[in-house]
């Protein structure tokens, strides 16, 4: 397919000449182009489509139908627009010649280039036509044109051709500005993997970063230019490009650039800083942000902050366990006095509020989940150690050893990041171009890679992971191909302990809290357990907490693996498109899908002593034969 193919059948209905295939996309560019480029700010995109038509509407509507099916009397302009390749052929033998411009300075190339027609381009080549020739009201080349009009497939036969990319239009631009200013962003991908400098100024010393930073409509794939600088500025107003993401409003880009280290305080000419023209725009959002990342990076360089931060894992679960531990032990207090329990357990809310605010960074926060589920089997494992040891032990050490062997084993297992250097994506990229694959279903332009099959990405890891199944709290980490059957083994423990701690917790009230609790009901018994024992009350009320998620999130696992051998990320993907489509199709009836005993024996490499065969897939490596993925359409499942 095309770029700007869309467009083409769009205008066909409009004009009523559906039988006819040489209509051309774009017509009289170069005057009318010249006047829109200037305002290429966030409302071109919108405005150039319906001018777009016009301009079409005035040239096409007056035309007889004889008229347009008989090119033989075309002059070699029109032939060329319309990609008549036998009509151009005839003129150029018969004396045209192909380096001679039009009366607007145009040349035949930069017609051919605009209306992608692959064939009359490489003919004129061959004619010897100059590949870099300057024309139209703007001086570009006829890779500009063809860049301007997003056609992916001509900008690669150019390149072929020897065209150069660095070459810059009579506004300053070069080819990868033009690319980002018109938000072809395969075509950016394909420029810089070319080779293409991203940090090369156009005329007003602005890079293609600081221009991708002004775009507010569209998606702009800043990710895409993350090794550029940050902190070049242009040359008239010494802006960076987060100052020009400011200016345009761009919350998304300046979030992104602020991440890739953009400094807060640099001045531009007149002396602001991203801060002060944040002020200046009144967007209360970005000066918030902008405020809190100065303030968070002052703090970082603290002494006490960077220790926190090399220990994060450490230090996070040795708080959590004193914060649980001092919580457990004020509600155990023997004293009698409810006040002095208040105050002390005031105390602790007030401890915990001063680190949060003092020493929580993202990376911090998002340990907390994890680090409070192993704090919790911390403290089960010391009640069940101080309290409950008269009862069955071999079971229950294999029961925690298994439990904290999974899960380390999920948590350090790599889920089965797809990597590629930084080499391997630029050609990459080049060959999906070439081959015309940059399609976001098979492409992933977070990591600039050809996703795997079954592969997703993960914006908390930021890599695509084979087999993803979800990015889990509990491990702050994702679950793929690799650590999947861990996972579900660490659920199964999780439960596990749970159902015995519910065991000790029943012993140890039988024995210690007699308990009537048919004559005196139900609030009568609870505050009896809380006099008997809050510690115990309180390791009961956790236990059941984790094995309730645990529990729910077994059985959904289980019942994905064994009866759709899917993953959750295909489900939910699968549910949802299935909402979309009038008839409704079976789930089970997909590819990965080999039946309940086999998908359990392949997702847990079952081979009970040759009994078995589990299928052994590496699915890092494992791509669509085509261009088409098997999840890409919906009538294959
Ligand atoms: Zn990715
Ligand atoms: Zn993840």
């Known amino acids: 397919k095309q770029w700007g193919g869309t467009r083409k059948i769009r205008l066909l209905d409009c004009h009523g000449h559906g039988g006819h295939s040489h209509v051309p996309a774009v017509h009289g560019f170069g005057d009318h182009g010249s006047r829109m480029a200037h305002g290429f700010m966030p409302a071109f995109h919108g405005q150039f489509s319906p001018r ?94 063809a860049i301007r009009q ?124 991203p801060i002060d023209l944040a002020h200046q725009v009144h967007s209360p959002l970005l000066v918030h942000m902008l405020n809190h990342v100065k303030q968070e990076r002052i703090r970082s360089k603290s002494r006490c902050q960077r220790l926190v931060n090399r220990y994060r894992v450490c230090v996070q679960f040795m708080f959590c366990v004193a914060v649980l531990g001092s919580v457990g032990a004020i509600a155990d207090l023997s004293s009698e006095s409810w ?59 294999f029961n925690a050893t298994a439990l904290l062997y999974y899960y380390l084993r999920s948590c350090r297992t790599d889920p089965g990041i797809v990597k590629a250097t930084e080499e391997e994506k630029k050609l990459n990229v080049v060959l999906l171009a070439e081959a015309g694959c940059l399609d976001p279903r098979i492409f992933c332009t977070s990591c600039m890679m050809k996703k795997p099959m079954r ?27 690799r650590n999947h059957h861990f996972f579900v083994l660490f659920l199964l423990y999780l439960c596990l302990m749970g159902a015995w701690m519910f065991y000790g917790c029943l012993t140890y009230w039988s024995k210690h809290c007699p308990l009537h609790y048919q004559e005196e009901g139900v609030w009568a018994a609870i505050s009896a357990l809380v006099g008997c024992s809050s510690w115990v009350l309180g390791v009961f009320c956790l236990a059941f907490f984790h094995t309730a998620w645990a529990s729910i999130l077994l059985v959904i ?52 002593c040759g009994l078995f065969k589990p299928a052994t897939v590496d699915w890092t490596q494992q791509y669509p034969p085509g261009r088409d993925h098997m999840f890409g359409q919906p009538d294959i499942v």
């Open 557 to 608: 696992q289980l019942y994905q693996i064994a009866f759709y051998g899917l993953t959750n990320a295909e489900m939910s993907n699968l549910m949802l498109r299935q909402r979309k489509l009038p008839q409704s199709i079976s789930l089970r009836q997909n590819p990965y899908n080999l039946g309940v005993v086999r998908n359990l024996v392949s997702f847990f490499q079952l081979r009970c």
């Open 150 to 273: 997003g056609h992916l497939a001509m900008v690669i036969q150019l390149l072929r051709y020897g065209a150069d990319p660095s070459v810059a239009d009579g506004e300053g631009y070069r080819s990868l500005h033009l690319a980002i200013l018109f938000q072809h962003m395969p075509i950016a991908a394909y420029l810089m993997a070319k080779g293409q400098e991203v940090d090369l100024p156009d005329s007003n010393g602005q890079t293609p970063l600081m221009l991708a930073a002004q775009k507010i409509i569209g998606y702009v794939s800043l990710k895409v230019m993350c090794n550029a600088s940050v902190s070049a500025v242009d040359k008239v107003n010494r802006n960076s490009p987060l100052h020009c993401a400011v200016l345009a409003g761009n919350v998304d880009a300046a979030h992104i650039l602020l991440e890739a280290g953009a400094s807060v305080d640099a001045e531009n000419a007149n002396g602001h800083s």
């Open 455 to 481: 592969a997703s990405h993960c914006f908390s890891c930021d890599a695509c992971v084979a087999k993803q199944d979800h990015h889990s709290v509990w491990i702050n980490g994702c679950i793929g191909a």
């Open 339 to 397: 006040l002095l329990k208040g105050v002390l357990l005031a105390c602790v809310m007030a401890v915990v509020n001063l680190a949060q605010r003092q020493l929580a960074s993202p990376a911090l926060q998002s340990l907390v989940p994890a680090t409070t589920l192993m704090a919790s089997v911390f403290w089960m494992l010391v009640t069940w150690c101080l309290c409950f040891l008269a009862t069955v032990q071999v079971l229950f050490t």
């Open 52 to 145: 777009a038509d016009q301009m079409i509407d005035l040239t096409q509507q007056p035309k007889k139908r004889s008229d347009m099916d008989d090119s033989s009397s075309w002059d070699i302009v029109k032939a060329t627009q319309f990609g008549i390749l036998d009509r151009c052929k005839e003129l150029v033998e018969a004396g045209y010649d192909v380096r001679q411009p039009d009366k607007e300075n145009v040349s035949l190339l930069h017609w051919a280039a605009i209306n992608n027609h692959a064939e009359v381009v490489k003919y004129y080549i061959s004619k010897g036509a100059v590949i870099d020739q300057l024309g139209g009201d703007l001086n570009s080349t006829p890779l500009h044109w």
